[in-house]
């Protein structure tokens, strides 16, 4: 049996946004640079085009993706690994908006393999942990060639005033599904849990340390890019059910995001079957028992918990976010 292992921080440094302070603040460190506003949670996932950035270290110094890959069903379970083989299926974040992200959008699942040749698109959902302003999808229907040209012209307040303007309170939580346009405000942190890739198509860069027109595209150019983009409009109802205000406990995520990852919120106890999970504890004090042990977290801390410690329970007198794989 594997036990349950506190991981260190996990920044990959020079991302092209400002943002980090916050998060080392949630953590407890000493302040680190600027642009640093990511932190990869128990990730197998590398950043695009930096290998190895992104990748998790284990406290025995390996990477948890080669661990992984050497025991998956330790890790992950039988039933994970005979769907899914020695893939996760999740990568979790911590996000610091240094700056407000530039407007862009991510592939789904199939445009991601005909054109990345990419086991995964991205869905992503957002777990608020400091308010602010986000941006969620289109107010209105948009021709795919009129984005085309805002994207060249780098119109950035018409790209922006595009977009669905949704206040964002601690507790909230947010699915975004693959294709949406979307835009984190500056100021606002939040934990992520999202498909394993490192896949973003930019339509803006103006202001952002990145060359977008090199880079924005994912390498196949815009043209093809900007196919994976949802040109229609997210109407009230439907970003309504993107959205669940205030989560207290328990499940905490729109049930459309049950087919990528699941997320809860613990904030007394909550007791969970045997299987891979991604802890964050994010206020207060918690106990992590299962059937090789106890671990202590400490608010800011984060864990992985193999699925062969057998059933997890979690106290907190605090609150903890359990991420984890969709149902096999």
Partial sequence: MLRPLILGTNRPPARFYAGGMQIDAFRSLPS???H???DWVASTTAVRGQFPAGLSMLPEGRLLRD???DDPESWLSAAHVARWGDDAMIL???LDAGQRLPVHAHPDDAFAAAE???AHGKAEA???LEPGVVHLGLREDVDRAELAQLVERQDTTALLGLLNEVAVAKNDALVVPPGTLHAIGRSVLLAEVQQPTDLSILLEWDGFDIDGAAEGH???GFDRALE???THALEPARLAGLVARGAVKGPVLPAIADAWFRLDRVTRFAAFDAGYAVIIATDGSSMLRSSVGQLALSKGETAVVPASSGPLAVETDGSVLVARPPAP
Avoid: H, Q, Y
Wanted: hydrophobic share 60%; aromatic share 8%.
């Fill in 126 to 128: 957002w777990f608020i």
């Fill in 228 to 230: 994976a983009v949802d």
């Fill in 32 to 34: 680190g640079p600027d």
């Fill in 67 to 69: 661990a992984i890959a």
């Fill in 218 to 220: 994912l390498g196949i």
């Fill in 92 to 94: 979790v974040k911590l």
């Fill in 116 to 118: 990345l040749a990419s």
């Fill in 36 to 38: 640093t506003p990511e």
